[in-house]
């Protein structure tokens, strides 16, 4: 394996328009690692994978991936580089029925064979996605839709994803059933960037945390270190 | 009863072209929220060059369609990147004033240099008469512009229901956003929504020449609001929504007049309207599922 890291940001400021959202984020994700980035709301963590995803403005640092500088990258450019996206709240298009979603997810893949066979695994992760495969995807429940999100970001069999905040709203069962299956992921050699406000399932999950406040990295470090680190316990009290 | 059916089979030949535009006006109205006042330039424009090919240059008339279905590519296109590529993500409202604005300059342009009479030509004379079918009458024109319509509307239906490509614009339509981190290249299927798009347009401004034998410069601006109002009927970003709206628009107004007193014939442009407002009312997404957030 490779020892460049998949994902590197370098003192990356960013935001939209005039408004500056994250300030000097540097982050490292090495190779078959997951990362979690932690912290409450609009600290900026979504801002940051968006940064990444080009769909920002980005004002200065840069964004490296496997070394190669993807600053300013077009989005649907970095997309084909392997890297996926499955967005906050869901991000589904209702409009489209449960597998045209998946299709959707399938569009840079050339092969009809490789798309049957991604089709099959996400079906095999996700049975009740297979069950609802012909109903529209706004019919779907919550925890069905984070479902669909993930498989479909899943379809292009990516090297990197990167979730924002996939148990937002999710009965535990479905969190633990998800937690699962980011690992089973992970041991296949997908790197995973997880923001996350759930610490619990971030910790457990994450080999390295970088714990995000008003746009700045203010602690980082092995999740084992994290889980026992007093700041985390007073910031997610009841939640450890 | 035969009567009725009459009326329905006149308005086949009108109500395919308002289809083909109500279907091209969707597409763009879908995929970047552009309510496109200069679509009916585009109509125009390629009627016109269709028609100044077979008239002052007298090349066959499929060379003429040929003609007229470039033109309308090219300046659908030119329209695009001057008029809305520039203001991409300003909101509705932007774009649909420089919509305006594009098709004040090219319409009153034409009517400069080619002043607003009646264009006649001579319609071929494989199109010439009619058939007979028991009582009913049904004229080859209008058999020879629903065949293509019906044709282009499969085809058309086909591609946004079965290909990457159909996947595409449906997805752009609702986020355009996430579409992009899936891969697709927004830029390039929003170009490739125009060039379809225009090409329908293009179509239903020749067809309109064939059906009527003339052309006119201001024959956009009245067809153009009618697609608007078929495309919201239909549901936005719904081509068969669009395309069904139409063909519903064009029988309904022709059994509306059908059956009023001879003086209120003139309240015929009214019929479009009224549906338009029950729509809006009952059904404001459309009869049809929208494409859009």
């Known amino acids: 394996m490779s020892n460049v890291p998949i994902l590197e940001l370098n003192n990356v400021v960013a935001g939209y328009g005039k408004k500056e959202i994250i300030n000097k984020i540097s982050i490292k994700i090495n190779q078959g690692r997951i990362v979690t980035l932690l912290g409450s709301n609009a600290v900026g963590k979504t801002t940051i994978l968006k940064t990444i995803l080009s769909q920002t403005c980005l004002r200065s640092g840069e964004i490296k991936y496997n070394g190669i500088d993807i600053s300013n990258l077009a989005t649907h450019k970095i997309a084909r580089l392997g890297i996926s996206y499955v967005p906050e709240g869901r991000g589904i298009f209702a409009n489209l029925t449960t597998k045209e979603n998946l299709l959707a997810g399938a ?15 996400v079906y095999s992760i996700f049975p009740i996605l297979k069950e609802r495969s012909n109903q529209l995807a706004e019919s779907l429940s919550g925890g069905e839709q984070e479902m669909l999100v993930i498989g479909r970001s899943l379809m292009s069999k990516p090297n990197l994803l ?8 999710l009965a535990p069962k479905l969190v633990e059933l998800i937690g699962k299956i980011l690992k089973e992921i992970n041991n296949e050699g997908v790197c995973i960037l997880l923001v996350e406000q759930n610490a619990k399932l971030a910790l457990e999950l994450a080999d390295y945390g970088y714990l995000i406040r008003k746009g700045t990295i203010v602690l980082e470090g092995d999740t084992k270190d994290l889980i026992k680190n007093k700041k985390i316990k007073e910031i997610y009290l009841g939640i450890i | 009863m035969n009567y009725f059916m009459q009326q ?10 308002l289809a083909l535009l109500a279907a091209g006006y969707t597409m763009t109205f879908g995929i970047i929220g552009l309510v496109n006042f200069a679509y009916g330039e585009v109509f125009m424009a390629a009627a ?12 066959p008339y499929w060379v003429a369609l040929l003609v007229g279905l470039i033109s309308a590519i090219v300046i659908g296109l030119a329209i695009e990147r001057i008029a809305f590529k520039p203001v991409r993500g300003a909101g509705m409202i932007t774009l649909f004033i420089t919509s305006l604005g594009a098709s004040i300059i090219i319409r009153n342009l034409f009517v400069m240099l080619f002043d607003d009479s009646l264009k006649s030509f001579k319609t071929p004379n494989f199109l010439r008469g009619v058939y007979l079918l028991s009582d009913l009458i049904f004229f080859k024109k209008n058999i020879l512009i629903f065949s293509i319509t019906i044709i282009l509307c499969i085809v058309l239906v086909y591609i946004v229901k079965n290909t990457k490509l159909g996947i595409a614009m449906r997805s752009i339509s609702y986020d355009s956003q996430i579409a992009e981190t899936l891969g697709i290249n927004t830029e390039r299927i929003i170009i490739i929504t125009f060039i379809i798009a225009s090409f329908l347009g293009g179509m239903a401004g020749i067809l309109w020449g064939i059906l009527f034998g003339s052309v006119r410069a201001s024959m956009g601006v009245i067809m153009v609001v009618d697609a608007f109002i078929a495309s919201v009927v239909g549901g936005v970003g719904n081509v068969f929504g669009a395309m069904v709206s139409g063909y519903i628009l ?15 014939i003139g309240l015929k442009p009214l019929f479009v309207w009224v549906i338009f407002f029950i729509i809006l009312i009952f059904k404001p997404s459309g009869l049809f599922r929208a494409n859009i957030k």
């Open chain 2, 8 to 17: 329905i089979i006149n308005a086949l030949g009108w109500g395919s072209i």
């Open chain 2, 48 to 59: 016109f060059a269709a028609y100044f090919a077979l008239t002052i240059f007298n090349l």
């Open chain 1, 162 to 169: 990167l979730l924002d905040e996939p148990s937002l709203g």
């Open chain 1, 107 to 121: 569009y840079l893949l050339k092969s009809k064979q490789e798309l049957e066979n991604n089709l099959n695994r």
């Open chain 2, 250 to 264: 064009a029988i309904g107004s022709a059994l509306f007049i059908a059956y009023l007193p001879q003086e209120l």
